[in-house]
């Protein structure tokens, strides 16, 4: 079975970056939506920003400006450069997939920690 897995994830300082990376570990066919979610403890899981197969991307409000999702040359891998870090963005990052032949593809998540 295919599987995502995401990496990159860390402790940073505010005002810091990081690059968060997800691959699946199989072929996916036909992707047509990638997606990067997060969930802060106590908080429901929350879309932070999507790509297309044409490449058109969104973000909530809070990230944009700050974070860029895009994909990797490689067909079944996605990236979210996030920058200028806050402690709100404290979370663990999830990467999906959604095809319309197979539904939701999840990663197993990623750990962001912002603090001083």
């Known amino acids: 079975q295919v599987q995502l897995v995401e990496s990159g994830g860390g402790l940073v300082q505010p005002g810091g970056s990081l690059r968060l990376s997800c691959a699946a570990s199989?072929?996916?066919?036909?992707?047509?939506?990638m997606r990067w979610y997060r969930q802060a403890p106590g908080k429901q899981r929350e879309l932070v920003a999507d790509i297309t197969s044409s490449g058109s991307t969104s973000y909530r409000d809070s990230v944009k400006g700050r974070f860029t999702i895009s994909r990797g040359n490689a067909k079944n891998t996605v990236y979210l450069q996030m920058n200028d870090l806050k402690s709100e963005d404290t979370a663990v990052y999830y990467c999906?997939?959604?095809?319309?032949?197979?539904?939701?593809?999840w990663g197993q998540g990623t750990q962001v920690t912002v603090s001083s």
């Open positions: 999906n997939f959604w095809t319309i032949y197979a539904g939701d593809y």
């Open positions: 199989g072929s996916i066919p036909s992707i047509n939506i």
